[in-house]
């Protein structure tokens, strides 16, 4: 089953108006496999995951490739048969989950009301099972509470119940853990997990926070500037990292040596511009003249492990 | 007196509200701070963090205990008379700048307010701006010209325009990307070594803190657990919160 794939990106290139949020993105993922993909804010991770949640309403526009779900072209589905596949395939966890519950009403009249918009049943025990195979206190009493009443924690934990009782294959997860405190974000993370190995979910899992990644990803996915620069099998990526841009990531955060950070000076290009030559370049300090003028593609560097850059060029 | 810490909170507590719904946010709080250190206050949310650095600069009134400056007690004074010596930065800096206001005008007000002479205002703001490794042009534009970590380090650069004894930084890189943030650390760090900041750092990253505070304070519902330089608290863990604080540290490798 070594072809089958559960989601696939192909070549997928989205704009808002005439900003170039995403460039020629592809990767996949197998079923039961946790992707993360991470980078910069605004480096088009949100937008690549609302691309496969459907962007109508953003206003963006998938101009080239296609997104794949289960072998089924989902890329220009119409409102109707995209809610068909939202909450019973694709499940979605936002970042802050405080504003997609309504803070004063209960949790088992949102759930209910939630089930029932993607007709489903509501089952309280079932509901009930599950919080209790999370391990969540007070698991009989939680339904009866509202979300004002709850820690951010668990405020999150309860937007991830949801998801899993409508019994998607993908799920999707938009920097989930980045508002939680260190403890809270490790349940999550934990929890994430733990349903993957039970239930064989895919998860694609946004993150600013490579410690995250590395705790749960199989595959990771740096993006820099709208576009994938360096992918590959997370043990891989973090271990031997060749983009410079990743190498910089990994040198930004504090490691257990304790040794200072090493940060890195200027920013991404603004919405989407675009030059002759590889984007990185202005921030780079291994560019030559060749980047400048040569835009590079993923490549697949070792088995398992694609890099867009000048092969090698990180190396010293 | 150089003998006298420069930052004394001997026995400090704060409580909101009255009778039943009294509700104790800090208790017993005992904190030495000498010249030239930098302290890093660990902690979830709502743990008190925000609420001493509130106290200590006399943001809010302390509800019991005192503060020293120096040897000499400031309890009950008013924020205009301590900022001299304490200028806090926030989490959300752009926010902390009038937007309408291009960097070196509010930089000028800090100047205004709080040091002497104003003579050499300008040369003063470009020399810390360029100490915080920013092109001195970026000082003319508004806040919303820049990006958020250049932002942060513009906040920075305005707190220690006026020379204050000791800058108080709450969670100052919480919002940043990662890259950002250790920009900031390598030129608070310079800083350290030119001038002997003193800092008291929150913060809810322990491996971020270990990097470069000298001591690290381990605060859980109100009080602090447990105090200690970072390979005390980061090898050698007494209480069992901080335990568990640091196993959720998740690492890259």
């Given at each position: 089953m070594d072809d089958k794939y559960l989601l696939e990106i192909n070549n997928l290139t989205v704009t808002y108006g005439q900003f170039k949020i995403i460039t020629e993105v592809s990767f996949k993922v197998r079923p039961g496999e946790i992707v993360c993909i991470a980078g910069e804010s605004g480096c088009g991770k949100s937008t690549l995951i609302k691309s496969v949640l459907g962007l109508k309403q953003l206003g963006a526009q998938i101009t080239e490739g296609s997104v794949i779900l289960d072998g089924r072209d989902?890329?220009?589905?119409g409102v109707e048969e995209r809610r068909q596949i939202l909450g019973t395939q694709i499940g979605y966890v936002p970042q802050n989950t405080r504003g997609s519950f309504n803070n004063i009403r209960k949790y088992d009249v949102q759930y209910k009301e939630t089930m029932n918009a993607h007709n489903l049943p509501f089952i309280r025990e079932d509901a009930i099972k599950l919080f209790k195979r999370l391990n969540f206190p007070d698991t009989e009493r939680l339904l009866s509470y509202e979300p004002w009443e709850m820690s951010g924690g668990m405020n999150q934990r309860m937007a991830i119940a949801l998801a899993v009782l409508q019994g998607p294959k993908l799920m999707l997860a938009d920097e989930a853990t980045s508002v939680l405190d260190v403890t809270s974000q490790k349940e999550v993370i934990e929890e994430l997990a733990q349903l993957r190995d039970e239930l064989g979910w895919s998860i694609l899992f946004i993150t600013h926070n490579l410690g995250v990644a590395s705790h749960i990803a199989d595959r990771l996915g740096v993006m820099y500037a709208g576009r994938m620069v360096e992918y590959g099998d997370i043990r891989k990526v973090l271990d031997d990292p060749i983009h410079p841009y990743t190498r910089n990531l990994l040198a930004a955060i504090p490691g257990k040596d304790r040794k200072m950070p090493v940060g890195l000076e200027g920013r991404p290009p603004l919405d989407g511009a675009e030059w002759e030559g590889c984007n990185f370049v202005p921030r780079c300090k291994y560019a030559c003249e060749e980047c400048k003028h040569k835009k590079y593609s993923l490549n697949e560097i070792v088995p398992g492990h694609w890099v867009s850059c000048a092969e090698g060029r990180g190396e010293k | 007196m150089s003998e006298a810490p420069l930052l004394e909170v001997r026995n400090v507590a704060k409580a909101y509200g009255r009778g039943k719904r009294r509700h104790e946010v800090l208790k017993n709080i005992n904190i030495t701070l000498n010249e030239g250190e930098v302290l890093g206050i660990i902690g979830e949310s709502g743990c008190g963090k925000s609420v001493l650095l509130n106290l200590i600069s006399c943001l809010e009134p302390v509800s019991g205990g005192q503060l020293f400056f120096k040897g000499q007690e400031y309890t009950g004074k008013k924020p205009k008379d301590v900022c001299r010596w304490f200028q806090v930065i926030f989490q959300d800096s752009e926010a902390a700048f009038d937007p309408k206001m291009t960097i070196r005008e509010s930089m000028h007000e800090n100047l205004k307010l709080l040091a002497e002479g104003t003579k050499n205002a300008n040369q003063r703001i470009e020399d810390m701006v360029s100490m915080m490794g920013l092109a001195t042009e970026l000082a003319d534009r508004y806040p919303r010209q820049l990006s958020g970590g250049q932002v942060q380090r513009m906040a920075i650069a305005r707190g220690l325009v006026t020379e204050p004894n000791m800058i108080l930084c709450d969670e100052i890189t919480s919002a940043l990307d990662v890259s950002a943030q250790a920009m900031i650390l390598q030129y608070l760090y310079e800083l350290r070594k030119k001038r002997g900041l003193t800092m008291m750092f929150v913060s809810h990253d322990m491996a971020l803190c270990a990097t470069f505070c000298d001591r690290m304070a381990i605060m859980k519902d109100g009080e602090i657990v447990e105090i200690g330089t970072p390979e005390q608290i980061m090898d050698h863990p007494q209480h069992e919160y901080t335990k568990l604080l640091l196993d959720a540290v998740l690492y890259t490798r």
């Amino acid at each position: 089953m070594d072809d089958k794939y559960l989601l696939e990106i192909n070549n997928l290139t989205v704009t808002y108006g005439q900003f170039k949020i995403i460039t020629e993105v592809s990767f996949k993922v197998r079923p039961g496999e946790i992707v993360c993909i991470a980078g910069e804010s605004g480096c088009g991770k949100s937008t690549l995951i609302k691309s496969v949640l459907g962007l109508k309403q953003l206003g963006a526009q998938i101009t080239e490739g296609s997104v794949i779900l289960d072998g089924r072209d989902i890329t220009r589905l119409g409102v109707e048969e995209r809610r068909q596949i939202l909450g019973t395939q694709i499940g979605y966890v936002p970042q802050n989950t405080r504003g997609s519950f309504n803070n004063i009403r209960k949790y088992d009249v949102q759930y209910k009301e939630t089930m029932n918009a993607h007709n489903l049943p509501f089952i309280r025990e079932d509901a009930i099972k599950l919080f209790k195979r999370l391990n969540f206190p007070d698991t009989e009493r939680l339904l009866s509470y509202e979300p004002w009443e709850m820690s951010g924690g668990m405020n999150q934990r309860m937007a991830i119940a949801l998801a899993v009782l409508q019994g998607p294959k993908l799920m999707l997860a938009d920097e989930a853990t980045s508002v939680l405190d260190v403890t809270s974000q490790k349940e999550v993370i934990e929890e994430l997990a733990q349903l993957r190995d039970e239930l064989g979910w895919s998860i694609l899992f946004i993150t600013h926070n490579l410690g995250v990644a590395s705790h749960i990803a199989d595959r990771l996915g740096v993006m820099y500037a709208g576009r994938m620069v360096e992918y590959g099998d997370i043990r891989k990526v973090l271990d031997d990292p060749i983009h410079p841009y990743t190498r910089n990531l990994l040198a930004a955060i504090p490691g257990k040596d304790r040794k200072m950070p090493v940060g890195l000076e200027g920013r991404p290009p603004l919405d989407g511009a675009e030059w002759e030559g590889c984007n990185f370049v202005p921030r780079c300090k291994y560019a030559c003249e060749e980047c400048k003028h040569k835009k590079y593609s993923l490549n697949e560097i070792v088995p398992g492990h694609w890099v867009s850059c000048a092969e090698g060029r990180g190396e010293k | 007196m150089s003998e006298a810490p420069l930052l004394e909170v001997r026995n400090v507590a704060k409580a909101y509200g009255r009778g039943k719904r009294r509700h104790e946010v800090l208790k017993n709080i005992n904190i030495t701070l000498n010249e030239g250190e930098v302290l890093g206050i660990i902690g979830e949310s709502g743990c008190g963090k925000s609420v001493l650095l509130n106290l200590i600069s006399c943001l809010e009134p302390v509800s019991g205990g005192q503060l020293f400056f120096k040897g000499q007690e400031y309890t009950g004074k008013k924020p205009k008379d301590v900022c001299r010596w304490f200028q806090v930065i926030f989490q959300d800096s752009e926010a902390a700048f009038d937007p309408k206001m291009t960097i070196r005008e509010s930089m000028h007000e800090n100047l205004k307010l709080l040091a002497e002479g104003t003579k050499n205002a300008n040369q003063r703001i470009e020399d810390m701006v360029s100490m915080m490794g920013l092109a001195t042009e970026l000082a003319d534009r508004y806040p919303r010209q820049l990006s958020g970590g250049q932002v942060q380090r513009m906040a920075i650069a305005r707190g220690l325009v006026t020379e204050p004894n000791m800058i108080l930084c709450d969670e100052i890189t919480s919002a940043l990307d990662v890259s950002a943030q250790a920009m900031i650390l390598q030129y608070l760090y310079e800083l350290r070594k030119k001038r002997g900041l003193t800092m008291m750092f929150v913060s809810h990253d322990m491996a971020l803190c270990a990097t470069f505070c000298d001591r690290m304070a381990i605060m859980k519902d109100g009080e602090i657990v447990e105090i200690g330089t970072p390979e005390q608290i980061m090898d050698h863990p007494q209480h069992e919160y901080t335990k568990l604080l640091l196993d959720a540290v998740l690492y890259t490798r």
